[in-house]
């Protein structure tokens, strides 16, 4: 019976551990495409011209009825994480009229706050490595 209690911990270490790093490649899956999508002449980079609010607005717009609510930015953003703007955060800097939604005029301002967030070499573009680091914090 001690070999199993013995290795009970290390099972559930393992477990946790590929839980983890599950949920990070779904993170980079996820970003790979969404980057896939912004990158609309495909060279491997996504300007300042290809994140545009529209192109995000339609991207976080799921049930498409023209608002972005904080059900769907979080959605977009994943879990909040120390340290760095919660969706509600980001929604209520973007929101300029107060209603707790984004119109399509918010969401280009935050696209263009979302884009020099994630550029953090300051090229004013965004390679698939910028963008995954941005897509998980």
Do not use: W
Request: charged residues 30%; contains cysteine.
């Amino acid at each position: 019976m001690k070999p199993i209690a013995l290795r009970l911990p290390g099972a559930l270490c393992l477990l946790v551990c590929s839980m983890t790093t599950a949920q990070a490649q779904a993170a980079e899956t996820t970003a790979a495409a969404r980057f896939a999508l912004l990158d609309r002449n495909h060279d491997g980079v996504v300007t300042a011209d290809e994140y545009d609010g529209k192109a995000v607005f339609r991207e976080l717009d799921t049930n498409q009825n023209y608002r972005i609510s904080l059900d769907e930015l979080q959605a977009a953003l994943g879990p909040d994480r120390d340290g760095q703007l919660s969706a509600a955060d980001r929604l209520r800097v973007a929101d300029l009229n107060g209603d707790r939604d984004l119109s399509g005029e918010e969401a280009g301002r935050f696209a263009h706050m979302r884009f020099q967030s994630l550029d953090t070499n300051h090229d004013e573009q965004l390679d698939l490595a910028e963008f995954q680091r941005g897509f998980r914090r």
